[in-house]
T-cell receptor, first 110, second 115 residues
Framework: AQKVTQAQTEISVVEKEDVTLDCVYETRDTTYYLFWYKQPPSGELVFLIRRNSFDEQNEISGRYSWNFQKSTSSFNFTITASQVVDSAVYFCALTGKLIFGQGTTLQVKP | EPEVTQTPSHQVTQMGQEVILRCVPISNHLYFYWYRQILGQKVEFLVSFYNNEISEKSEIFDDQFSVERPDGSNFTLKIRSTKLEDSAMYFC?????????????FGPGTRLTVL
């Protein structure tokens, strides 16, 4: 069965701190994709990144970086120098008919 | 930048009433989806739609639900007889290719409140 686990329900940090959001997945597929979406307080789902199972290179986009480790079935997301605007619920999802994790609520305090 | 749009943003209805939620996917996208998010919970897949047919549906998508692409631009989700537990945010999404691993782009959602 496919499953995504985001064990951190809520994280609270002070602005400028680095924060890592964990994502662990289960799948029997040999080829799959992983996604991160952001859901700000306004409610929409904003696509952040897609990563396929054959590409284990870490990716950096500005203050965001992603660490994909197939050996541990993890796809963690780090925000460097967090800002108040980063406050949102972040969802990790697994390929296809997207299987979402429970989400991690990140609160960045000024 | 092209985006998925949904109307209305908020729908309030009485239990037992029919509702239709509307979506305009990104033009040229071929796959369309509906997802549901009960308040405070994770986003759940409802149904995928391709070439005017349902390609996959979840256990949630029972006989009370139906989807339709009535014209070249709209994609609708109908709930025939709403129940209290249908109260949720409903997201429409679309993707470019028929490859199920393609990125799905989501609309802003319709918040459905069933009284």
């Amino acid at each position: 069965a496919q499953k995504v686990t985001q064990a951190q329900t809520e994280i609270s940090v002070v602005e400028k701190e680095d924060v890592t959001l964990d994502c662990v997945y289960e799948t029997r597929d040999t080829t799959y994709y992983l996604f991160w979406y952001k859901q700000p307080p306004s409610g929409e789902l904003v696509f952040l990144i897609r990563r396929n199972s054959f590409d284990e290179q870490n990716e950096i986009s500005g203050r965001y970086s992603w660490n994909f480790q197939k050996s541990t079935s993890s796809f963690n997301f780090t925000i460097t120098a967090s800002q108040v605007v980063d406050s949102a619920v972040y969802f990790c999802a697994l390929t296809g008919k997207l299987i979402f994790g429970q989400g991690t609520t990140l609160q960045v305090k000024p | 930048e092209p985006e998925v749009t949904q109307t209305p943003s908020h729908q309030v209805t009485q239990m037992g009433q029919e509702v239709i939620l509307r979506c305009v996917p990104i033009s040229n996208h071929l796959y369309f989806y509906w997802y549901r998010q009960i308040l405070g919970q994770k986003v759940e897949f409802l149904v995928s739609f391709y070439n005017n047919e349902i390609s996959e549906k979840s256990e949630i998508f029972d006989d009370q639900f139906s989807v339709e692409r009535p014209d070249g631009s709209n994609f609708t989700l109908k709930i025939r007889s709403t129940k209290l537990e249908d109260s949720a945010m409903y997201f429409c999404a679309s993707s470019w290719t028929g490859d199920s691993t393609d990125t799905q782009y989501f609309g802003p959602g319709t918040r459905l409140t069933v009284l």
